[in-house]
C-alpha cells in the first residue's frame, strides 16, 4: 500500500494536461479514479479517501465523520483533493428583499462585517443599478478592509434593444469598483418571451454580451441562471444554450437557480449530474427558495451531486418563503458530509454571530431554528434529560458548544429533580441530585407552578431563583412604590399611558416618572430612568417581547395572568416570568428579574475580569 501511495503522488503530481470530474470519477487522459464508497479506486488499485485527503490536505483540513464526493483542483501542475465549499451569503440583496427586513447603510456595514468575521468567501452586498442605497453604500464600501471575504456587485444582463455600453445599470454596476460582479439571467424559455418579451436568441445574447462586456474590463463573474430547475423541466436545450453563452463569455461560475422554490431534491440532483456532465470543468453553483421547505436539503443536494459553490442568506431571509438558511446548512456540511465551508474555529461562533445578524435587522431569531435557536438544544421529559446526563448523544445529534450554542433543560411538570439539579449545576458545578438545597429549590419550583409560574421558558428568573436559595441574590435596589395612570382619549394617543415610581440603592432614594404607549412601556421606562442613574449599562438593554397569559380563564376579569418579558442586550437575549391577578404587578415582577438579572450577570462578569 505504502508502494502505492508513492505512486499515486508522483503520477497525480506530474499531470499537466487535460483534468475533469465527471458522475465522481476523475478523469486524467486515458486513465480514471473513482470515488464510491470512501474508496479511491486507481485501476486495479484502491486505498483509503482519508488517507489521499491527508496526503493533500487543504489550509482549513479538519478531521471529518464522513467524506463525501471527491473534488479536486490544480495548482502549479500539482493535484489537490479538496472538499472546500464557496459560501455567497446575500443577505444584503436578496435578503433584504424579504418582508419587514430593512437595512440603512450603517446596517449594511454591520452585516457585512459579521460576515466577514464568521468568514464566507463573498458577500453580495446588493445592486448599484436599482436603487440610490446601494450605489451610495458601494461608494462607503471603498474605504473598508475585509479579512476574509470578497465584496459583490449585483445586476441583470442588459436591457433589450440597448446596447452593453450604453445601458445605466451595467454602468453602476461597474462603477460599484468590485473585483466581482454576479450577473443574473433568464435560463427558462418562458420568462425570456413572456416576462422581458424577447426573442430567444436575443435572451441569449443579452448573456452573452453582458458577461463579456464586464470580464473585458476586468472583473470576474458569476452568472445566476434564473429560473434554471423550471427551464430545464420544460426546455432542457434552450437552457443549456443560456449557460453555454455564459462560458463563452468567460463566466467563472455557473449558479443553477431553483428560483419559485418548487423543485425536488432527487429532481434537482438528476438536473445538477446532467449539467456536470456538459460542463465538466466549470465551477456549480446552487441558489435555492424556500418555498416547499426545502431549500436546505436541495442546497445539500446540489453539493453532493457536484456544486462547489453555494449562495443563500445567513438567517434565510428572502422573498416570500426566504433563501437557503446558511446558518443551518453549513453545520450540515461541514458536521455531517465532511466539507470545509469556513475557516478553521469559525463554526463555533455561529450562533452568537447569527443572533448579531437578526438584532441588526430588528427580528426575533426563531426559537426552534435548528442549531443556532434557543430550543435546538432544549430539553424537556424526564427521559429525555436523564439520557443526556448520562450521554449527550442519546438525544443530540451534536454537542451544542461546535455551533456556540448551549444546552437547556426546561423545568416543567414532565421533568423531575435531575433537571433542577442539571440547571443548577451551570451555577454551581458542585451541586448534587441529592444535595438538601436541590431539594429546596424543587419544593419552591412546585409550590411557585401551583400558583402559576412557568420556568420553563424563562431561564433568567429560575436563575435568579436558583442564587437565592444558595445566597448570591444581591439587592440591587428596592422598589418602594410605584402608580401607572392611562388616559384615555389622550391628546396624544403614542403617550397616553403615564408611570411614576420610588427606588432605593444603598440607602438613596430617586423618582422617575416617564410616558409610554403603553401601562407597562411607561412603567419599564420609569423604572430604567430611576435605576440608570445608578447603573448606566441599563440603558443598553430593551425588551424584545412581551407576552401574556391567562392561567384561569374561569375568574375571568379576576384571573391570574402570567407575563413573560424577553430582553436583550444585542448580544444575548434572556426571558423573565412574573405572576399576579394584576397584570401590571406581573409585568412589574418579570421586568424587575430582568433588571436584577442583567445587573447581576454584569457584576459577575466583572469580577471575573479582576
Known amino acids: 500500500m505504502d508502494r502505492f501511495l508513492c505512486a499515486m503522488e508522483k503520477f497525480l503530481c506530474a499531470v499537466d494536461r487535460f483534468l475533469c470530474v465527471q458522475n465522481n470519477i476523475l478523469c486524467i487522459n486515458d486513465r480514471f479514479l473513482c470515488a464510491k464508497d470512501n474508496i479511491l479506486y486507481a485501476n486495479e488499485y484502491k486505498c483509503?479517501?482519508?488517507?489521499?485527503?491527508?496526503?493533500?490536505?487543504?489550509?482549513?483540513?479538519?478531521?471529518?465523520?464522513?467524506?463525501?464526493?471527491?473534488?479536486?483542483e490544480r495548482s502549479n501542475f500539482a493535484i489537490l483533493f479538496i472538499m472546500n465549499i464557496e459560501m455567497l451569503d446575500t443577505t444584503l440583496r436578496d435578503g433584504a428583499q424579504g418582508e419587514g427586513i430593512s437595512f440603512s447603510i450603517d446596517d449594511k456595514i454591520a452585516v457585512m462585517r459579521v460576515l466577514d468575521e464568521l468568514g464566507v468567501q463573498w458577500i453580495e452586498a446588493g445592486n448599484p443599478g436599482s436603487n440610490i442605497k446601494d450605489r451610495e453604500f458601494f461608494r462607503v464600501l471603498s474605504g473598508i478592509k475585509l479579512e476574509h471575504a470578497q465584496i459583490c456587485a449585483f445586476g441583470a444582463t442588459r436591457k433589450k434593444g440597448i446596447p452593453v455600453n450604453e445601458d445605466t445599470q451595467l454602468?453602476?454596476?461597474?462603477?460599484?469598483?468590485?473585483?466581482?460582479?454576479?450577473?443574473?439571467?433568464?435560463?427558462?424559455?418562458?420568462?425570456a418571451r413572456e416576462v422581458l418579451g424577447v426573442s430567444l436568441e436575443e435572451n441569449l445574447a443579452m448573456i452573452f454580451e453582458t458577461i463579456r462586456f464586464v470580464r473585458d474590463r476586468g472583473r470576474q463573474v458569476i452568472f445566476d441562471a434564473e429560473h434554471f430547475f423550471d427551464g430545464w423541466q420544460y426546455n432542457s436545450e434552450y437552457s443549456q444554450k443560456t449557460l453555454q453563452a455564459a462560458v463563452e463569455a468567460g463566466a467563472q461560475r455557473l449558479v443553477l437557480c431553483d428560483t419559485n422554490g418548487g423543485t425536488f431534491p432527487d429532481s434537482l440532483s438528476a438536473t445538477i449530474r446532467a449539467v456536470r456532465a456538459l460542463f465538466p470543468v466549470s465551477v456549480l453553483g446552487i441558489h435555492a427558495h424556500n418555498d416547499s421547505?426545502?431549500?436546505?436539503?436541495?442546497?445539500?443536494?446540489?453539493?453532493?451531486?457536484?456544486?462547489?459553490?453555494?449562495?443563500?442568506?445567513?438567517?434565510g431571509f428572502g422573498e416570500r418563503c426566504g433563501n437557503t438558511a446558511l446558518a443551518v446548512l453549513i453545520p450540515n456540511l461541514e458536521l455531517k458530509s465532511g466539507f470545509t465551508c469556513l475557516p478553521a474555529d469559525s463554526l463555533e461562533h455561529l450562533t452568537a454571530l447569527s443572533r448579531q445578524i437578526a438584532e441588526i435587522a430588528n427580528v426575533v431569531l426563531p426559537a426552534t431554528m435548528p442549531y443556532i435557536g434557543a430550543h435546538a438544544f432544549s430539553h424537556k421529559a424526564g427521559m429525555h434529560a436523564d439520557g443526556i446526563l448520562k450521554t449527550s448523544t442519546s438525544f443530540e445529534h451534536?454537542?451544542?458548544?461546535?455551533?456556540?450554542?448551549?444546552?437547556?433543560?426546561?423545568?416543567?411538570?414532565?421533568?423531575?429533580?435531575?433537571?433542577?439539579?442539571?440547571?443548577?449545576?451551570?451555577?454551581?458545578?458542585?451541586?448534587?441530585?441529592?444535595?438538601?438545597?436541590?431539594?429546596?429549590?424543587?419544593?419552591?419550583?412546585?409550590?411557585?407552578?401551583a400558583e402559576g409560574w412557568q420556568f420553563e421558558g424563562a431561564d433568567a428568573s429560575f436563575e435568579l431563583l436558583v442564587r437565592q436559595e444558595l445566597g448570591q441574590k444581591p439587592d440591587f435596589f428596592t422598589i418602594l412604590g410605584y402608580r401607572v395612570a392611562s388616559e384615555h382619549p389622550a391628546r396624544d394617543f403614542l403617550s397616553c399611558c403615564q408611570a411614576w415610581i420610588k427606588v432605593r440603592v444603598d440607602g438613596v432614594d430617586e423618582i422617575a416618572a416617564a410616558e409610554g404607549n403603553g401601562p407597562v412601556h411607561a412603567l419599564d421606562a420609569a423604572l430604567r430612568r430611576a435605576l440608570s442613574h445608578f447603573y448606566p449599562q441599563l440603558k443598553r438593554i430593551r425588551l424584545n417581547d412581551y407576552k401574556v397569559r391567562v392561567i384561569d380563564g374561569t375568574?375571568?376579569?379576576?384571573?391570574?395572568?402570567?407575563?413573560?418579558?424577553?430582553?436583550?442586550?444585542?448580544?444575548?437575549?434572556?426571558?423573565?416570568?412574573?405572576?399576579?391577578?394584576?397584570?401590571?404587578?406581573?409585568?412589574?415582577?418579570?421586568?424587575?428579574?430582568?433588571?436584577?438579572?442583567?445587573?447581576?450577570?454584569?457584576?459577575?462578569?466583572?469580577?471575573?475580569?479582576?
Not at 171 to 191: P, R
Open 398 to 449: 451534536i454537542e451544542p458548544s461546535l455551533v456556540g450554542n448551549d444546552r437547556h433543560f426546561l423545568l416543567s411538570e414532565v421533568g423531575g429533580r435531575s433537571v433542577i439539579a442539571a440547571r443548577a449545576r451551570n451555577i454551581d458545578p458542585k451541586l448534587k441530585k441529592e444535595d438538601p438545597v436541590i431539594e429546596s429549590i424543587a419544593a419552591r419550583v412546585k409550590k411557585l407552578e
Open 171 to 191: 454602468q453602476s454596476l461597474l462603477g460599484a469598483e468590485t473585483e466581482t460582479v454576479v450577473i443574473v439571467g433568464k435560463s427558462w424559455d418562458f420568462q
Open 48 to 72: 483509503s479517501l482519508s488517507r489521499l485527503v491527508n496526503l493533500y490536505p487543504t489550509p482549513y483540513h479538519r478531521k471529518r465523520s464522513s467524506l463525501l464526493p471527491l473534488f479536486i
Open 555 to 610: 375568574e375571568a376579569t379576576a384571573a391570574r395572568v402570567r407575563v413573560l418579558i424577553e430582553s436583550t442586550d444585542g448580544l444575548h437575549s434572556w426571558t423573565t416570568v412574573g405572576v399576579s391577578e394584576d397584570i401590571i404587578d406581573a409585568s412589574r415582577a418579570a421586568l424587575v428579574d430582568s433588571i436584577v438579572y442583567t445587573l447581576f450577570a454584569t457584576d459577575l462578569l466583572r469580577k471575573e475580569n479582576l
Open 293 to 315: 421547505g426545502l431549500a436546505c436539503a436541495n442546497a445539500l443536494a446540489a453539493v453532493g451531486a457536484g456544486c462547489t459553490h453555494v449562495q443563500g442568506t445567513l438567517l
